[in-house]
């Protein structure tokens, strides 16, 4: 994975209270804002996915920080407890926030990521610009027969008053898309941007004609300018 912009790669220690886990911090040397990005339930910081996405936003001057949960820390498969995963999210904007302090903050993640940001941000609000959503989980997985199901996990989502940004793709089994734009139409502050063809991986289609770095290359555009208009 390259970018065309120059930029550094660090790994680095995330510990507050009783979190300590290692995140990645990749910094365009112009930086223009900062991407705390968690990863989703069945990968770490390290999948080549998140590695290409953060390259993608690097080239548009978007630094971000990933950072793994603590049962991947450990080499588990199995998810930690809400709270707990909420106090890494804490955690890891809380350095990001000591480290970088002149850019404007963003908080963020990719599906399991994505729902705990908006977990710990609806519970006690991250000092941040905003948050971004990576194929936010919002309900669990159906097939095209199933009937809709419950949306519990839209309730903090519903909470939160600060601009937040959701890229969805429209065969994602964890978001059906009528469901998330019926949420979303709900919450002012909400942005939603759809990527046709894509599932919850956002993997497209072979009819689209497109390969999967091609929607990273979009998901950074649309993010880059999104944080753009809420950076101030």
């Not at 300590?20 to 990749?26: A, E, F, I, Q, R």
């Not at 804002?33 to 968690?38: D, F, K, P």
């Not at 080549?48 to 080499?75: V, W």
């Not at 996990?153 to 998330?180: Q, Y």
Request: charged residues 25%; contains cysteine; aromatic residues 4%.
């Amino acid at each position: 994975m390259t970018t065309s912009i120059e930029h550094s790669v660090e790994r680095v220690l995330i510990a507050r209270d009783d979190i300590k886990v290692s995140g990645l911090l990749m910094r365009p040397v112009h930086a223009s804002a900062l991407l705390v990005l968690g990863h989703g339930a069945g990968a770490g910081m390290e999948h080549p996915h998140l590695e290409r996405l953060a390259g993608c936003l690097a080239d548009h001057t978007i630094a971000t920080l990933r950072y793994q949960f603590p049962y991947m820390e450990k080499g588990s498969r199995r998810p930690d407890r809400a709270p707990r995963l909420e106090t890494t999210v804490r955690a890891a904007v809380s350095f990001a926030q000591e480290r970088e302090a002149e850019l404007p903050l963003f908080a963020s993640g990719r599906s399991m990521g994505a729902r705990m940001s908006a977990r710990a941000h609806a519970q006690q609000p991250l000092d941040i610009k905003g948050l971004v959503f990576f194929a936010f989980p919002l309900h669990r997985p159906v097939n095209l027969s199933d009937p809709d199901p419950s949306l519990e996990r839209a309730s903090h989502p519903l909470s939160i008053k600060e601009p937040m940004l959701f890229l969805a793709g429209t065969r994602d089994r964890l978001s059906r898309l009528h469901l998330l734009e019926q949420t979303l139409a709900q919450i002012e502050s909400a942005t939603l941007h759809v990527v046709d063809t894509a599932d919850h991986s956002f993997i497209p289609t072979k009819k689209s004609g497109r390969e999967l770095v091609d929607v990273e290359q979009e998901l950074a555009r649309v993010t880059a300018g999104w944080i753009a208009k809420h950076s101030a």
